[in-house]
């Protein structure tokens, strides 16, 4: 069965900071998808990156940058020179090939602080 | 470009009341359609989701029914709520199961 584990409940930083958040997964399969989603206080998910099981490249996208690494399934999620909109709950979520259901983390809630 | 609506956007209900949540999406065709719940403490829970018209898959057995009678249109029902029923719904589309799946803006729903 697929899991997902963000071990951080909940991160606090002063804005400006880098912030890493943490992503870890377990799949049997070799072909699946990962997601990152931010919830903000308004609570609808908004989609931030998708990344398939063969890509391992690192993508950028802004101040947003993604670690996949299938060596230690990770899929880790930094925000550089964080802001106060930043602030929410980010989920890490899995799909395997041949499923069809998204199974996601409990979420790390993030607090950015002036 | 596509788009998702759900409504109410926020719900009181008693116990034992019936439930109908509706959810559309506009700028697609045949999507695949999803009702996720997520309780406190965060976790968000696949209830049901369908491939087309008239094809409903449960995930968890529970006190929750779903229907899909027109294409874009996907609707959450109970014929009586719990209080375990509180929580926030969420609907979400992809194009494909596979594909990334777009969530609507969720409703929020008491059982008091």
């Known amino acids: 069965a697929q899991k997902v584990t963000q071990a951080q409940t909940e991160i606090s930083v002063v804005e400006k900071e880098d912030v890493t958040l943490d992503c870890v997964y377990e799949?049997?399969?070799?072909?699946?998808?990962l997601f990152w989603y931010k919830q903000p206080p308004s609570g609808e998910l908004v989609f931030l990156i998708r990344?398939?099981?063969?890509?391992?490249q690192n993508e950028i996208s802004g101040r947003y940058s993604w670690n996949f690494q299938k060596s230690t399934s990770s899929f880790n999620f930094t925000i550089t020179a964080s802001q106060v909109v930043d602030s929410a709950v980010y989920f890490c979520?899995?799909?395997?090939?041949?499923?069809?259901?998204?199974?996601f983390g409990t979420g790390t809630q993030l607090k950015v602080e002036l | 470009s596509q788009t998702i609506h759900q409504w109410p956007a926020t719900l009181v209900q008693p116990v034992g009341s019936p439930l109908s949540l509706e959810c559309t999406v506009e700028?697609?065709?045949?999507?695949?359609l999803y009702w996720y719940r997520q309780a406190a403490g965060r976790g968000l829970q696949l209830l049901f989701y369908?491939?087309?018209?008239?094809?409903i898959s449960s995930e968890v057995p529970q006190n929750l029914s779903a229907s899909r009678p027109q294409d874009r249109q996907f609707i959450l029902s109970s014929k009586k709520l719990l209080l375990s029923d509180s929580g926030f719904y969420l609907c979400?589309?992809?194009?494909?199961?596979?594909?990334?799946?777009?969530f609507g803006p969720g409703t929020r729903l008491t059982v008091l």
């Open positions: 979400a589309w992809s194009v494909r199961r596979q594909d990334t799946q777009y």
């Open positions: 799949t049997r399969d070799t072909t699946y998808y």
């Open positions: 990344r398939n099981s063969f890509d391992e």
């Open positions: 979520a899995l799909s395997e090939a041949r499923g069809n259901k998204l199974t």
């Open positions: 700028g697609t065709s045949n999507p695949n």
């Open positions: 369908s491939v087309g018209i008239g094809q």
